[in-house]
């Protein structure tokens, strides 16, 4: 039997020659498919972006994490050690950009009175009698614009503040809010035109002193000190303390 010629394989495919008694029969195969130049560079190049903002994101990270336990976290991932670099000029203005600061609220709700006498001729002749239901606020805090240099000492990473002295801020009538509850006038005199401004003003005079006698400087002296005591915790101090 005279042998077979032999075909030339298409190309991309194999030939394997198989010998069946004399005769020689080609086996065409399919190789397995391979990447494309384009392809692995694709690949190639979302690897590396991916990586790039991995690091990116990770140096963030350890730049911006400077406190609380964000901040031991970078530090024992990146073993920096942070200087720490507070100068008493910083904290005096740091402060000092707090200005009012507002601490408490006192509200008072109460009636008023206010009258005009005879010590001769009865109330209802000559009387003049108003009763004015108030309502008002008296708001405490301490003025930090007024603290002096001296007041503040930096050793290390402690400091010690002495705060400006508490003083009431605001001391008012909510005019919404505040009216005339009764009037009564006798009978031989017109209503005092000055009367009801008495009382408001009386009326404010009652709610400064009551405010005063709730404690209302103690608490915003307090209040100042705890609001200071966590600014300053947060600029590093490990030692704070405020009077």
Same mark, same amino acid.
Request: aromatic share 6%; glycine share 8%; net charge negative.
């Given at each position: 039997?005279?042998?077979?010629? &032999?075909?030339?394989?298409?190309?991309?495919?194999?030939? %394997?020659?198989?010998?069946?008694?004399?005769?020689?029969?080609?086996?065409?195969?399919?190789?397995?498919?391979?990447?494309?130049?384009?392809?692995? #560079?694709?690949?190639?190049? /979302? %690897?590396?972006?991916?990586?790039?903002?991995?690091?990116?994101?990770?140096?963030?990270?350890?730049?911006?994490?400077?406190?609380?336990?964000?901040?031991?976290?970078?530090? +024992?991932?990146?073993?920096?050690?942070?200087?720490?670099?507070?100068?008493?000029?910083?904290?005096?203005?740091? %402060?000092?950009?707090?200005? +009012?600061?507002?601490?408490?609220?006192?509200?008072?709700?109460?009636? *008023?009175?206010?009258?005009?006498? =005879?010590? %001769?001729?009865?109330?209802?002749?000559?009387?003049?009698? #108003?009763?004015?239901?108030?309502?008002?606020? /008296?708001?405490?805090?301490?003025? &930090?614009?007024?603290?002096?240099?001296? !007041?503040?000492?930096?050793?290390?990473?402690?400091?010690? *503040? +002495?705060?400006?002295?508490?003083?009431?801020?605001?001391?008012?009538? !909510?005019?919404?809010?505040?009216?005339?509850?009764? +009037?009564?006038?006798?009978?031989?005199?017109?209503?005092?035109?000055?009367?009801?401004?008495?009382?408001?003003?009386? /009326?404010?005079?009652? &709610?400064? !002193?009551?405010?005063?006698?709730?404690?209302?400087?103690?608490?915003?002296?307090?209040?100042?000190?705890?609001?200071?005591?966590? &600014?300053?915790? =947060?600029?590093?101090?490990?030692?704070?303390?405020?009077?």
């Amino acid at each position: 039997m005279l042998p077979l010629p &032999l075909l030339p394989s298409p190309v991309g495919f194999g030939t %394997i020659y198989v010998r069946v008694g004399n005769a020689v029969e080609p086996v065409v195969t399919t190789p397995a498919r391979r990447r494309s130049g384009p392809e692995v #560079l694709t690949v190639l190049l /979302a %690897i590396f972006l991916g990586l790039l903002v991995g690091a990116g994101a990770f140096a963030v990270f350890l730049h911006e994490a400077t406190v609380g336990i964000w901040d031991k976290v970078a530090t +024992r991932i990146s073993g920096r050690t942070l200087a720490f670099n507070v100068s008493q000029p910083t904290v005096v203005d740091r %402060i000092q950009r707090l200005e +009012r600061l507002e601490t408490v609220t006192y509200t008072m709700d109460k009636v *008023v009175e206010g009258e005009r006498t =005879n010590e %001769i001729l009865p109330d209802f002749l000559v009387g003049d009698k #108003l009763l004015l239901s108030v309502h008002g606020q /008296a708001i405490g805090g301490v003025d &930090l614009s007024e603290l002096k240099s001296s !007041d503040v000492a930096v050793n290390g990473k402690a400091v010690h *503040v +002495r705060l400006p002295e508490a003083q009431i801020f605001v001391c008012a009538l !909510d005019n919404g809010k505040t009216k005339v509850y009764s +009037r009564s006038t006798g009978l031989f005199v017109p209503a005092d035109p000055d009367l009801e401004s008495e009382v408001r003003a009386k /009326a404010e005079q009652q &709610l400064r !002193d009551s405010a005063l006698g709730a404690g209302i400087l103690d608490t915003a002296h307090k209040n100042a000190a705890s609001t200071l005591t966590t &600014l300053l915790l =947060n600029l590093g101090f490990e030692q704070v303390q405020v009077d």
